[in-house]
């Protein structure tokens, strides 16, 4: 969307994020490859955890991992910092006690250095690749063990517990600081470099790699930062954590993903209602969910900013004639469904009624004229 220019800017030197009309046609694969691996079966409600066929490796005799989708590279070493998203469950009662997809807000985990109760998840993540997607079956005795957790999330005695993670990326212990051992400047530092090694990925069409980037830089980013920034610091983190949301949308929407795209461009909004990358991008992704109302609304919150912009003109008038499509059709439903109205035909009346008429109209007026002369 090179058209679109951000109307205000967290500060001077906020770099130009990536726009939506660089992006090449949507397509369904990431790098030419499914998302998902061949050898996998996936189950798409997320309230549960995925059915998966493949191959379950045994890790410890306490853990054990199903592949959902390959990753590449090498894997993480003993205190190396690992960026994941993952959904967790207790297999008793099945129930979903965590979620950051859902939080759209990363794990930060360092190996070797993990909570007691992530041991055994920690023997997990030290065997994946980056961009490898995994079942993890943990024992009791590497999680919550004995009593469990029945504060927030709900977790009950002897709880094995079952995850769906996925490695985003992983800095190796000489190369980086935790982030609770960072500055505000080293943190904002780090995740800036993760946005702009993003943005070239992305400019080579690598959006797996791209994506992987973006949300290691968010994972630096997170809600219990950015609370604790005022003033220019809170600027500075913004000026990083907005871009990386919006070119995650940009992602999202070529591999049509729009819901996500949509969570990702709310983030934004939630901070900066008029920013124009998020409502333009949000209203395409409505509008690709045929959500044609409020993607309207979204662009036309754009063109009020932004009047002459030329893709949001078309993208109003790719609206305005998917309308006219749909009234077009409804009405041939409809005509279809009631029946066409019969046109009105005059009467025609038989010939010998009509040769009666002028013959009795004949007679009285004869009759009349009779009256008449007597």
């Not at 998302?35 to 005799?61: Q, R």
């Not at 054990?64 to 993480?76: E, L, R, V, W």
Request: charged share 30%; proline share 3%.
């Amino acid at each position: 969307m090179d058209e679109i220019q951000e109307q205000s800017q967290p500060q001077s030197n906020e770099k130009q994020e990536i726009t939506q009309e660089s992006d090449p046609d949507n397509d369904k694969t990431i790098n030419g490859e499914k998302i998902t691996s061949e050898n996998a079966e996936v189950e798409e409600d997320d309230m549960l955890p995925p059915k998966v066929n493949s191959e379950v490796e045994v890790l410890h005799h306490k853990v054990t991992k199903q592949i959902i989708k390959a990753g590449n590279g090498n894997k993480p070493s003993q205190n190396s910092t690992c960026f994941l998203h993952y959904r967790a469950w207790a297999e008793s009662t099945m129930h979903k006690f965590e979620d950051t997809w859902q939080e759209q807000q990363p794990l930060e985990l360092v190996l070797g250095r993990e909570k007691k109760e992530l041991s055994g998840f920690a023997i997990g993540v030290a065997s994946m690749k980056a961009g490898e997607r995994a079942l993890l079956h943990v024992d009791w005795q590497l999680g919550y063990g004995e009593e469990g957790n029945f504060s927030f999330p709900n977790v009950p005695p002897r709880a094995n517990l079952i995850y769906e993670a996925e490695l985003i990326g992983f800095e190796e212990a000489k190369e980086g600081k935790a982030r609770s051992d960072m500055t505000v400047e080293e943190r904002i530092e780090a995740a800036d470099r993760r946005r702009q090694e993003g943005n070239e990925l992305f400019k080579e069409d690598k959006l797996a790699e791209a994506m992987q980037q973006y949300e290691m830089a968010l994972a630096y980013m997170g809600d219990d930062f950015m609370f604790q920034l005022f003033g220019k610091y809170r600027d500075m983190a913004t000026a990083v954590k907005n871009p990386c949301h919006l070119n995650m949308a940009a992602c999202l929407l070529k591999l049509n993903r729009y819901e996500e795209a949509i969570g990702h461009c709310n983030m934004v909004l939630a901070e900066d209602e008029k920013n124009i990358k998020a409502l333009f991008r949000r209203g395409k992704a409505r509008a690709a969910l045929g959500q044609t109302d409020d993607a309207r609304e979204d662009f036309q919150k754009v063109r009020k900013i932004s009047p002459e912009d030329k893709a949001v003109i078309r993208e109003l008038r790719l609206l305005a004639e998917h309308d006219k499509q749909v009234y077009k059709k409804q009405k041939e439903m409809y005509k279809g469904l009631f029946g066409q109205k019969p046109e009105h035909k005059p009467k025609r009346l038989h010939w010998f009624i009509v040769f009666w008429q002028w013959l009795l109209s004949i007679i009285r007026t004869i009759f009349r004229l009779r009256s008449k002369t007597d």
